[in-house]
């Protein structure tokens, strides 16, 4: 299989072996387009529906989409559609903020979020599409001593498998963010911090445009405003998706959504162990750079970041109670700007320019849900809770191998769907439940 | 912010409330085998619709109460009896501060 960013490619645009080479980006490409005003060759095209494909995916967000690239870039799988009921990375992959990380509770855990990180790292030179990855450090507060307790267990585990993460003092944290409240007259004192340089922000919207790209240059359909409405199950075995547009075919389909990730399995009769919660976030306006790390706090359940644009981008925990409503609240700005005044007293006059929700598949564990179900055919790829976007390379490149190879691969061996069955959870709420 | 109706209290703000649960019926621990208790421990119905579920007006009249939500507009229509009464048949004396004299494993205070 050719790899995506091969120079010696054929460069006529013409499809060669189910592979079509974009036009590749460069800064000489900028130069000309911004001097001559020319449009840019569209990123992804519109395909009519085929009446079967080798693989469906349902959700074009980063997993799905993830997904078909590396079915096609690693395994030749290329007859491939994925549908989106609205536009691609509409859904959780355009309403997360964007943190990357991998310092996880659990072992499992740590490895899976790692290789995600590793390939976050190379995600722009490989798709030729700049995800702007800027891994500037990632703070995870401790207030109390159960919370430093937590943070040198998940510090040992991280070093363990090979993780740069270590528990730092308030003098330190003080050095690397020196607008922080560290005094030990805060509401909440802060006692240490888990450190892990790796960790950081990403622009969320280019990593969805880059798989889309991918995933298109190999052959891959992207179908989006394309809604499925049921899943054809017979005998046990899937054998087609019946969607606003027409019915397809298939062996295989793959449940890549989040929010709506109940309403798809339900289709199949697949039932999970989920509850969806709308999770909110806020954005200032912006301002000049002055915080370098992620921020994140469990004990005042906030996070905050600074965007390249120098936005400060806030999040929370996910709302009180399960809902699939994406309206914002007034409780959630209050209680976040209270928090974060804790934390940075000399953010008070920072003015939120605007808020959001998404919506957060919970599980009962903090994990996500992969792999095969009862249902032949039918594969899962939900459950992503508040952490799915830091995880989507990983995601789509561990479902192709499943698909492709019919194996579950060992790095998501225990997040499968019969662990609620035989009571065999993760438990990585430790390092999720509001961390992200 | 959600309205709930309290039975007890009429309606009242959701951030009184602390929320529960999606209403399920619990198996007799003594005739369930390991799966089915773990369904119903785990496995939920999730809908995008209407949906009954259990919320705790703790700062409130202290009542686990049943509501009727949306799930996508958040709209409720009914609230009703304690979830207790649905759930266990036989406690709903105690749940309604009835006969607890009867019940021997109950302390009376």
């Known amino acids: 299989m050719r790899p995506f960013n091969n120079r010696n490619g054929s460069s006529n645009g013409h499809r060669k072996n189910g592979y079509r080479k974009p036009t590749r ?117 401790a207030h109390t001593d159960g919370g430093l307790r937590t943070m040198h267990w998940r510090a040992e585990v991280n070093k363990l498998e090979g993780i740069n993460s270590e528990v730092i003092e308030p003098d330190e944290i003080k050095r690397l963010v020196p607008f922080m409240d560290t ?116 004990t005042l359940h906030v996070y905050v970041s600074q965007t390249d644009r120098g936005e400060l981008v806030f999040g929370a925990s996910v709302d009180p109670f399960a809902s699939y409503s994406m309206r914002g609240s007034l409780e959630f700005t209050e209680g976040l700007a209270g928090h974060v005044l804790e ?36 594969l899962l790829d939900v459950g992503w809770g508040t952490y799915g976007f830091k995880a989507g390379p990983v995601s789509g490149e561990t479902m192709a191998e499943l698909i492709a190879t019919g194996k579950t691969p060992k790095l998501i061996e225990t997040f499968g769907l019969d662990r609620f069955e035989k009571g065999d959870l993760v438990g990585e709420k430790g390092a999720a439940a509001v961390g992200h | 912010m959600i309205l709930l109706p309290c039975p007890y209290c009429g309606p009242r703000n959701a951030s009184e409330f602390r929320y529960v649960g999606e209403l399920s019926e619990r198996p007799d621990p003594n005739a369930t085998g390991a799966g089915e208790w773990r369904a119903f421990l785990y496995m939920r119905d999730n809908p995008a619709g209407w949906t009954t579920e ?56």
Request: proline share 5%; charged share 20%.
């Open chain 1, 25 to 141: 980006y460069s800064a000489f490409d900028l130069i000309r387009h911004g001097l001559s005003g020319s449009d840019w060759p569209r990123a992804w095209r519109k395909h009519d529906l085929r009446p079967s494909y080798d693989v469906v995916v349902v959700g074009g967000g980063v997993h799905g989409l993830a997904t078909a690239y590396y079915l096609a870039r690693e395994h030749g799988i290329t007859n491939v559609a994925v549908l989106e009921k609205g536009y691609i990375g509409s859904g959780g992959s355009g309403r997360n903020t964007a943190i990357i990380r991998s310092n996880y509770l659990t072992p499992e855990g740590v490895r899976f979020y790692d290789r995600s990180v590793k390939l976050y790292e190379t995600l722009s030179a490989d798709l030729n599409f700049n995800a702007m990855f800027a891994q500037r450090g990632h703070l995870t507060l």
């Open chain 1, 183 to 298: 005094s030990e007259d805060a509401r909440y004192p802060i006692l240490g911090a888990l450190y892990h340089p790796p960790g950081g922000i990403i622009r969320h919207d280019a990593v969805v445009w880059g798989y889309a790209r991918g995933a298109d240059a190999y052959g891959a359909h992207i179908h989006q405003n394309t809604e499925v409405q049921d899943i054809d199950v017979v005998d046990g075995r899937v054998r087609g998706v019946k969607t606003n547009r027409g019915d397809i075919a298939t062996r295989v389909v793959v449940n890549c959504t989040a929010g709506w990730s109940t309403l798809i399995s339900d289709m199949a009769g697949v039932r999970m162990p989920i509850s969806t919660f709308p999770l909110q976030a806020a954005v200032t306006e912006p301002v000049k750079p002055f915080l370098d790390p992620v921020i994140v706090s469990g």
């Open chain 1, 343 to 378: 934390l940075m007293p000399s953010l008070a006059k920072m003015r939120v320019l605007r808020q959001w929700a998404g919506l957060c598949d919970m599980t009962p564990d903090f994990a996500p849900i992969m792999g095969v179900t009862p249902v032949a055919g039918f």
């Open chain 2, 54 to 109: 259990t919320w705790f007006h703790r700062a409130g009249c202290r009542q686990h109460l049943v509501v009727e939500r949306h799930t996508v507009t958040n709209e409720t229509r009914a609230s009703g009896l304690p979830a207790a009464q649905l759930l266990y048949g036989k406690q709903e004396e105690r749940a309604t501060g009835g006969n607890v004299a009867n019940d021997s494993g109950g302390a009376i205070y």
